[in-house]
T-cell receptor
Framework: QQPVQSPQAVILREGEDAVINCSSS?????VHWYRQKHGEAPVFLMI?????EQKGHDKISASFNEKKQQSSLYLTASQLSYSGTYFCGTVLFSGGYNKLIFGAGTRLAVHP | DAGVIQSPRHEVTEMGQEVTLRCKPI?????LFWYRQTMMRGLELLIY????????DSGMPEDRFSAKMPNASFSTLKIQPSEPRDSAVYFC?????????????FGPGTRLTVL
């Protein structure tokens, strides 16, 4: 049930790009992306609701392919502040309610 | 908006002691979640409340763990007796209505260390 994220870790130089993938064996209705900085709580980045929908926040964008049951997070021209662990969350409808299941996370380190 | 409030931020206790973690969700939010985060197991959902009623507690590790939500503005997670393997960061999160497009807002977490 847990979505699978790849890669597990990424190391970048400032200004480089990265892609983080999230896939599920279950049909997806929505994908949620969160970022957690070291020692802090996860913070919501964006949610994607429709197949093929894309969203963006500054230089971070995401796509969602409902048919392929996967989502990708794109970080363009990375900044030092992008460092942290990125989690995708997929919604599972079970027992009459919606349950958000998080992936294991992708650790991103951006160096000067 | 103060966000989700958790207390204490840090707790160090000895094995066998009772531990109580507290959470105040964002005002107006109807759903509340307790998560546990460890390096080995990642971010695990322990229990989910909707309108103060426990909906799913399948993630609660064992009978030593219990959670209550006596009203819309307060929830507790209790561990009795605590064990070293309970050491983790415990997050409380709240959301507006628990729908599939709902956003969860996390509190700062409680770092629990059981010696």
């Amino acid at each position: 049930q847990q979505p699978v994220q790849s890669p597990q870790a990424v190391i970048l130089r400032e200004g480089e790009d990265a892609v983080i993938n999230c896939s599920s064996s279950k049909a997806l209705y929505s994908v949620h992306w969160y970022r957690q900085k070291h020692g802090e709580a996860p913070v919501f980045l964006m949610i994607l609701l429709k197949g093929g929908e894309q969203k963006g926040h500054d230089k971070i964008s995401a796509s969602f392919n409902e048919k392929k049951q996967q989502s990708s997070l794109y970080l363009t021209a990375s900044q030092l502040s992008y460092s942290g662990t990125y989690f995708c969350g997929t919604v599972l409808f079970s027992g009459g309610y919606n349950k958000l299941i998080f992936g294991a996370g992708t650790r991103l380190a951006v160096h000067p | 908006d103060a966000g989700v409030i958790q207390s204490p931020r840090h707790e160090v206790t000895e094995m066998g002691q009772e531990v109580t973690l507290r959470c105040k969700p964002i005002s107006g939010h109807n759903s509340l979640f307790w998560y546990r985060q460890t390096m080995m197991r990642g971010l695990e959902l322990l229990i989910y409340f909707n309108n103060n009623v426990p909906i799913d507690d399948s993630g609660m590790p064992e009978d030593r763990f219990s959670a209550k939500m006596p009203n819309a503005s307060f929830s507790t997670l209790k561990i009795q007796p605590s064990e070293p393997r309970d050491s983790a960061v415990y997050f409380c999160a709240s959301s507006l209505d628990g729908t599939r497009s709902d956003t969860q807002y996390f509190g700062p977490g409680t770092r629990l260390t059981v010696l």
